[in-house]
């Protein structure tokens, strides 16, 4: 405070700010350059994971296109089997005979079941499966043909089980007939009694379809031995193939066993075929 003049003057004096610095140490997951290494990196791992899971799907693709292509050529296979040319020939000249006998009742009905057979494999052939409706028609016509043509060498039966709607139960095309032709061909011919065959259809536990061929033929184990050492058998092998290929594609088994009754009693002879397909 001072005077002048007579007068009473005052003066602010103001001391210099204060000025209080704070510094925050921040966390390393709190700083910037984390948070864009982490974003970048999320980024890369993403492209990453696509880029293997898209290899991974179009491998799955190519090696899928390659088993549906195998899948083709083992049917086409079957095919040929089911319609070899010695089958037709020995039809074909059957029908013949009965019309060179004057026997044209009997050279009708077989001409009908023959071109019924012939007409059921044609239009099923490019199916992957056939409902057992259908299927049972066609070894029906396929049966009474070989039985007619041998002379009433062999019987046949076919059981089905109650259990089984045949026309909403599908199984794989073409496995049957094979297995069949075996039977009559080098099991029951092969023997000079009269043979017996029979076709079983049963619904097991966990929804599995059993398939059972039995002959009283001379079994598997002396048919083999006396196979042209050339010969291959479609059952044990292209078929076979079919049904592993088919689990391997739709995950649900198939599987064919074949047994030598000898092997299990050996006062009996014949052969079993256990065809197991999950449905």
Request: hydrophobic share 40%; no cysteine; aromatic share 10%.
């Amino acid at each position: 405070m001072y005077y002048k003049s007579g007068q009473l003057r005052t003066k602010n004096i103001f001391t210099e700010p204060l000025i209080i610095k704070f510094s925050k140490e921040y966390k390393w997951t709190e700083r910037k350059w984390f948070w864009e290494f982490i974003v970048v990196t999320s980024i890369i791992l993403v492209s990453a994971i696509v880029l293997i899971i898209r290899k991974i799907e179009k491998r799955k693709s190519y090696e899928k296109q390659k088993t549906l292509q195998q899948m083709m050529l083992l049917k086409h296979q079957a095919l040929n089997a089911i319609l070899s040319p010695h089958f037709i020939f020995n039809s074909l000249t059957g029908i013949q005979n009965y019309i060179l006998n004057n026997e044209t009742e009997k050279a009708s009905d077989y001409l009908s079941k023959f071109s019924r057979l012939i007409r059921m494999i044609i239009e099923k052939a490019s199916l992957p499966t056939i409902s057992l409706q259908d299927e049972i028609k066609r070894l029906q016509y396929y049966l009474e043909l070989e039985k007619e043509r041998f002379e009433d060498k062999f019987d046949y039966e076919i059981k089905m089980s109650e259990k089984i709607n045949l026309e909403q139960t599908f199984i794989p095309n073409m496995i049957i007939q094979p297995y069949l032709e075996n039977a009559i061909l080098h099991g029951i011919l092969q023997k000079k009694e009269k043979g017996y065959l029979l076709l079983k259809f049963d619904l097991l536990k966990n929804n599995f379809l059993e398939i059972i061929i039995e002959d009283d033929g001379i079994g598997i184990i002396k048919g083999e031995e006396r196979k042209s050492k050339h010969h291959k058998s479609l059952a044990t092998q292209t078929i076979a193939e079919i049904l592993n290929i088919n689990t391997q594609l739709y995950q649900k088994h198939q599987s064919v066993e074949i047994i030598d009754k000898s092997t299990i009693d050996p006062n009996s002879t014949g052969t079993i075929v256990k065809i197991l397909i999950q449905l």
